[in-house]
C-alpha cells in the first residue's frame, strides 16, 4: 500500500509536468489546428530561464526573497520571458506561413523546435546544468511510512491552481468564449467580430508560459537540466493531449494527469517496467483512440461541408 | 618554347622544394574521438584538455623525432551512431592513429571501423570486457582498466572489508554498465555459495530518464545494506538524491564512470557526500614523474586538475602512441601496433605503460574512494 501511494504522487507529479505543457499543445491546436513542435523546447527554455534566475550572482534572489520568495520571483518572471518568447516564434516562425497551408507550417514548426534546441545549447553549453540546491526547498517528511518531499507538495498544488485558472479563464470568461469560438470555427467567430489576432497572442503567450513554469518546476525537481531535454516531455505532452482529447483544454489536463500515473504505477508494478513504460503507454493510447478517436473527453467534430 | 620549359622546370623544382619542405615540417597528426558533445560532454571535454596538454609537453621536447605532434578532435557526441560518422571523419583525415572513445558503446563501432580501415585506436575510458575479448582487435588497445578487475574489487571488498550482506546492484543495460554489474555477480558467487552475501536486488534502470522513483522504491523495498550502481554518472546523480529523499539511507557506491563533478552537481553536495566509489586512482593520487609536471601544467592552464581519472587515460593514450611511433620508427599502422604490443619504455601519467597481447593495459589498480564535505574525492579506507 506504501508503494502504491508513494507511486501515485509520484505519478500525479509528473502528470501535472505533462498536463501544463499539454495545455500549450491544446490551446495552439485548438485555435491554429497547428502542432507547436517547438513547445517542448519552450520547455526546456523554461527550464533555463528559471535556472538562470536562481544561479545569478550566485544565488541574489534566494538571498533577497528567501527560498520560497525566490521561487515565486522565478517562477513569475519565467512565466513573462517564456511568454513573450511563444509570441516571437508565433511572429517569427509560423505568421509568415500560415497562407501556404498547413503542411509548410508543421515544417516550419519543427525548424523552430531545432533553433530553440541549439541555441539553449549554444548559450548555456552541452553539459547538464543543476539547479542551486540553496535555492530549493529540501524537506522531506513520513506520513504512514511515506516518503514525500515538500516541493513534490508545493508542485501539485501549484500545478493544480495553474489549471483551475486557465480552465476558469477559458470556460467562464467572455474572452474564453472567444477563444473557443475560434477554436470551434475560425471564419465564423472573425465575422461575428473576435478579433482573431488577439486570441493567437492569448494562445502563443499563455501556452509557452504556462510550459516555461512547468520547466522551472521540472528544474527544481529533478535538479538536473539538459538542452534537449523538452524532445522528450513535448512528445510525453503531446501524447497527453491526444489522450485527453486535442484542442480540448479540461481533456489535456486530464491526459496528461493520466499518463503521469500510468506510467509511475506501471514501472511500479510490473517486472523491469522501467523499461517498457513507454511502450505501455502508448497501447493505451492506441487502445483509446480506438475506442474513442477522438480522445477521452474529445467533442465530436463534424465534417465541414 | 625554350622559355616555356624553363618556366616549366622552375615550376617543378618550386613544387618539389615546396613539398620537401612541408614534408620536413610536416607534423605527425593524431585524432582524438571523444564526446564533446552529448550526455557524457564534460569527460570529453577534459579528455580534450588533456590531451592537448601532453600534446604540448611532447612538442616541446622535441615531438617525435623532431615533428611535432598535432591533435585533430572529432565529436562523437556521446552516442554510437555520431561514433561511426566520427570516426570515419578521421579516417578520411588520414591521421596517424587516434584516441577515443569514452563509452563502451560509443567506442564499439568506431572500434570496428578503425579496425576495417587498419588504423590504430586507443580507447581511454572504455572498460568493458568484450571490446578486447569479444573478437580479435589487431589495432585496438586501451589505456583503462577493465570491467572485470573492478567487480572483483568491489565483491572483496564488499563481502571481507565491509561484511555487507545484503547487496543490491542497478545497472543501466548499456555494454559498460551491465558488463560491470555482470563481472560483479561472477566474483560474488563463492560468498553467495558460502552464505556469507545476498544478492537481494539485481535489476536495470533506463538511462536518459529522470524519474527513477519506481526503481528506488522497489530497491528499497528489499532492504539492502548497500547499493551499488555500476552505469554513469548522470543517472548516478538523480538516483542518489531520489533515493535519500525516498528514504534510502544505506552506503551508495557508484563504479568508475560515476565520479567526477557534474556527478556532485546533480545529485546536491548534501547526497553526493558520503558516497563511495570503486575507482582508478584519481589524478592526485598518481605520484609519477610525468604527473607532477602534467598536473601542475594544466591546473596552470585551466585553473584546477581533472575531477574525473578518464581525461587522464586519453592523455596516456597519446604518450603511449608517440612512443610506440618512436620504436617504431614508422607511421605505418601494423608498425605502431607491434611497437605498441612490445614495448617496455613507455611512461604515461599513470605509471609505466605495457599492453596485453589482446591490446589491453596491464597492471590497473583499483581503489575505494569516498566524496568528502567539500565535493572532492578522498581516498576511503574501512
Not at chain 1, 4 to 24: D, K, R
Not at chain 1, 86 to 114: D, F, H, T, W
Amino acid at each position: 500500500m506504501v508503494i502504491f501511494f508513494e507511486q501515485l504522487i509520484n505519478g500525479l507529479t509528473i502528470g501535472s509536468f505533462y498536463a501544463l505543457v499539454a495545455l500549450g499543445y491544446s490551446m495552439v491546436y485548438g485555435v491554429m489546428k497547428l502542432i507547436n513542435f517547438a513547445h517542448g523546447d519552450l520547455f526546456a527554455f523554461g527550464s533555463y530561464v528559471g535556472y538562470t534566475i536562481l544561479v545569478w550572482n550566485s544565488g541574489r534572489i534566494t538571498q533577497i526573497f528567501g527560498i520560497w520568495g525566490g521561487m515565486a520571483v522565478t517562477l513569475l518572471f519565467t512565466f513573462m520571458v517564456v511568454g513573450i518568447a511563444g509570441i516571437l516564434v508565433e511572429k517569427a516562425a509560423y505568421r509568415p506561413v500560415y497562407p501556404a497551408g498547413r503542411l509548410p507550417l508543421v515544417v516550419s514548426a519543427l525548424g523552430m523546435s531545432i533553433f530553440i534546441q541549439n541555441g539553449i545549447m549554444a548559450v548555456w553549453g552541452p553539459r547538464f546544468q543543476a539547479y542551486p540546491s540553496e535555492s530549493v526547498p529540501s524537506v522531506s517528511f513520513e506520513i504512514f511510512g511515506i516518503h514525500i518531499t515538500l516541493l513534490k507538495i508545493f508542485i501539485l498544488i501549484f500545478s493544480l491552481l495553474l489549471m483551475v485558472i486557465i480552465y476558469y479563464i477559458v470556460e467562464k470568461t467572455t474572452f474564453g468564449a472567444a477563444v473557443r469560438a475560434a477554436a470551434l470555427d475560425r471564419e465564423t467567430a472573425t465575422m461575428l467580430g473576435i478579433d482573431i489576432r488577439k486570441v493567437i497572442f492569448f494562445v502563443f503567450a499563455l501556452g509557452p508560459a504556462l510550459g516555461g513554469m512547468a520547466g522551472v518546476m521540472n528544474g527544481m525537481y529533478y535538479r538536473s537540466i539538459q538542452f534537449n531535454m523538452g524532445w522528450n516531455y513535448g512528445l510525453k505532452a503531446f501524447t497527453a493531449t491526444i489522450l485527453g482529447g486535442i484542442g480540448n483544454i479540461p481533456g489535456a489536463m486530464l491526459g496528461g494527469i493520466l499518463l503521469g500515473i500510468m506510467e509511475s504505477l506501471f514501472a511500479g508494478y510490473f517486472p523491469s517496467g522501467g523499461a517498457w513504460k513507454d511502450g505501455f503507454t502508448f497501447i493505451v493510447l492506441i487502445l483509446v483512440l480506438i475506442w474513442r478517436p477522438t480522445g477521452l473527453i474529445g467533442e465530436k467534430i463534424a465534417e465541414k461541408v | 618554347m625554350k622559355n616555356n620549359k624553363l618556366s616549366l622546370m622552375v615550376i617543378a623544382l618550386g613544387i618539389l622544394l615546396l613539398s620537401s619542405l612541408s614534408w620536413a615540417e610536416g607534423s605527425i597528426v593524431i585524432g582524438l574521438q571523444a564526446p564533446i558533445t552529448g550526455d557524457y560532454a564534460i569527460e570529453g571535454q577534459m579528455a580534450k584538455q588533456c590531451v592537448e596538454i601532453a600534446a604540448e609537453l611532447i612538442n616541446k621536447e622535441g615531438g617525435i623525432n623532431g615533428q611535432p605532434v598535432e591533435i585533430v578532435i572529432a565529436d562523437d557526441a556521446s552516442n554510437p551512431k555520431d561514433s561511426a560518422l566520427a570516426a570515419q571523419k578521421l579516417i578520411s583525415q588520414k591521421v596517424v592513429a587516434v584516441i577515443g572513445s569514452y563509452g563502451s558503446s560509443v567506442t564499439e563501432p568506431a572500434a570496428d571501423l578503425y579496425e576495417r580501415n587498419k588504423m590504430v585506436s586507443v580507447g581511454y575510458g572504455c572498460t568493458a570486457v568484450q571490446l578486447t575479448m569479444s573478437k580479435d582487435r589487431k589495432f585496438f588497445f586501451r589505456t583503462c582498466g577493465r570491467d572485470d578487475s573492478q567487480g572483483q574489487f568491489f565483491a572483496k571488498f564488499a563481502v571481507e572489508s565491509m561484511g555487507w550482506k545484503r547487496i543490491a546492484i542497478m545497472h543501466d543495460n548499456q555494454t559498460y554498465g551491465k558488463g560491470v554489474a555482470e563481472e560483479t555477480m561472477k566474483y560474488l558467487e563463492p560468498y553467495l555459495k558460502e552464505g556469507k552475501a545476498e544478492v537481494v536486488y539485481y535489476d536495470a534502470i533506463t538511462p536518459k530518464e529522470k524519474d527513477y522513483s519506481a526503481a528506488i522504491t522497489k530497491l528499497r523495498e528489499t532492504q539492502p545494506d548497500v547499493w551499488y550502481y555500476t552505469a554513469y554518472y548522470p543517472e548516478a546523480g538523480l538516483l542518489v538524491r531520489q533515493g535519500r529523499e525516498a528514504g534510502i539511507t544505506i552506503p551508495f557506491v557508484g563504479s568508475n564512470a560515476v565520479p567526477n563533478d557534474d556527478f556532485v552537481k546533480i545529485a546536491g553536495i548534501e547526497y553526493a557526500k558520503g558516497t563511495l566509489m570503486t575507482q582508478e586512482p584519481m589524478p592526485q593520487d598518481i605520484n609519477t614523474p610525468i604527473s607532477k609536471v602534467f598536473l601542475e601544467a594544466y591546473r596552470t592552464k585551466f585553473g584546477d586538475i581533472p575531477s574525473s581519472p578518464w581525461p587522464i587515460y586519453a592523455a596516456d593514450g597519446l604518450f603511449a602512441l608517440v612512443q610506440a611511433i618512436k620504436n617504431a620508427n614508422s607511421t605505418q599502422s601494423e608498425d605502431i601496433a607491434n611497437a605498441m604490443r612490445s614495448m617496455t619504455n613507455a611512461e604515461g601519467i599513470t605509471g609505466k605503460i605495457l599492453f596485453t597481447e589482446r591490446g589491453d593495459r596491464k597492471d590497473i589498480p583499483y581503489a575505494m574512494y569516498k566524496y568528502n564535505e567539500e565535493g572532492k574525492l578522498q581516498l576511503y579506507q574501512p
